[in-house]
Every structure is written in C-alpha cells, then in structure tokens.
C-alpha cells in the first residue's frame, strides 16, 4: 500500500508566477489536510478537505491560495502570484477517519516551495 | 488561542538512556494528543495517540502520558539508540468534532550519541 504522495518534490517559482501542489492520499483514505513549515517554524495547519468538499480552511491566506480535492485524482494545493515569503514546506496528510472516529494522520514527504 | 509547548532546547543524552520530551498546552481541553517523528527534509510519522481518559499508552520502547489536569503530555524513549535521533512533535486537535485539525508544537529535537 503506497504512502502518501506528493509532486513535486521540489518546485522554484520567480515572484509572480503560480504554483501548483499535488497530493495522492492513501488508498482509502478520503480525508485529506495541508499544513506549511516554514524555516524554523512548526507546522501550520492550512485546509482540511473530504472529496468534493472544503471543511476547514480557516488556517488558508485568504487571498491568492487556494484548495480542491476533486472527485477523481490529487487534491491540488495552489498559490497564485507567488511572492518570497511563500517559501516552505508544503505537507499534504491523509487519514481514514470515518465519522467521529479519531485517526492518525500520514504525511506525505512534502513539496518545498522556493519563490526567487 | 491554543497553544502548544515543547522544550525548544536539543536535548542530548547517552544511548541506553532514557528521553523524556514535554510537551505542555494551554487554552484547550483536548479530546486526545498524538506523537509524530520528523527527521529531517522528511514529512512527520505518527508514533502515538492517546485520549484523554487514558493516563498512558504504550508502544515497544515508547510510552506517552497524558495528565488533563496539568494539562501537559510526557513522551519516553526508554533504552535510546542512535537511530532515535530525530526531532518530535506533539499535536492536538483544535477542530470542532474533532475534525482531525491538528495544532503542533515547534519541537524537540533528540540527540543519542554512542
């Protein structure tokens, strides 16, 4: 079963171009959540997703980023005219939560983001 | 707002010794905690949950405690091996329903020299 899937790996966007992140849960697992680390920071939680559906992005900027989780392939993570403060490591996590029932998250190996 | 707190500071010990991380929040009555490993230019790996009627969990040379009072979560690694060495987070869940939206602590990050 493979883990969770990002691409890509590495991305190097110029100050206002866009950048788009990939994310591939787990098999079955239809929950999925982005979080950002920037250099010398924790992880910061950014938007909660389910198939077709936003449930949370309280933690997204609210201008220029932006979520899906389509029906069928990866959930997208995108951020339009990229500035340099948007540098980080973008983390994607799936989990198998069904109902009220609590479940670990899996991350995925993440996409770092340099804007030059 | 929640907030969480881990020993900002490396913490450095012996193997075969046992580490023991902190991990203290406030402004929040969390329904459960969990335990992630990052290593370094890696994504985080769950290690353990705990809830919050559970005083401690256990898993091979792990163990969590969870004290709701005190609010504050204790991670051991006991007999502790270079292989060890990564930096921890604690995490809780802030969203409603438990939603699974999760806050972290910076880290602690472990050092086991032979």
């Known amino acids: 079963n493979a883990g969770v899937m990002q691409n890509p790996r590495h991305l190097v966007r110029r100050r206002g171009q866009e950048a788009r992140l990939r994310c591939s849960p787990m098999k079955g697992h239809s929950h999925v959540y982005w979080y950002r680390q920037l250099p010398e920071e924790g992880l910061k939680f950014m938007v909660y997703?389910?198939?077709?559906?936003?449930?949370?992005e309280s933690g997204m900027p609210k201008e220029r980023f932006s979520a899906e989780f389509p029906k069928e392939g990866p959930s997208i993570l995108r951020i339009q005219q990229v500035v340099r403060g948007d540098s980080a490591a973008y983390f994607c996590?799936?989990?198998?939560?069904?109902?009220?029932?609590?479940?670990?998250?899996?991350f995925g190996p993440g996409t770092r983001l340099t804007v030059t | 707002s929640q907030k969480i707190e881990q020993n900002s500071e490396a913490l450095n010990i012996q193997e075969g010794k046992t580490a023991t991380l902190t991990c203290n929040y406030t402004?929040?009555?969390?329904?459960?905690l969990q335990w992630y490993r990052q290593d370094p230019g890696r994504g985080p790996v769950f290690l353990l949950l705990?809830?919050?009627?559970?005083k401690e969990k256990r898993k091979e040379r792990l163990k969590v405690t969870f004290d709701t009072t005190l609010k504050q979560s204790l991670f051991h690694i006991t007999a502790s091996q270079p292989a060890d060495s990564a930096t921890y987070l604690c995490?809780?869940?802030?969203?409603?329903?438990?939603?699974?939206?999760?806050?972290f602590g910076q880290g602690t990050t472990l050092q086991v020299k032979p």
């Open positions: 705990i809830r919050e009627n559970e």
């Open positions: 995490a809780l869940d802030i969203g409603s329903s438990n939603t699974g939206k999760l806050i």
């Open positions: 997703l389910q198939k077709e559906n936003i449930i949370d």
């Open positions: 402004n929040y009555s969390p329904a459960y």
């Open positions: 996590a799936s989990s198998p939560r069904q109902g009220a029932t609590v479940y670990e998250q899996y």
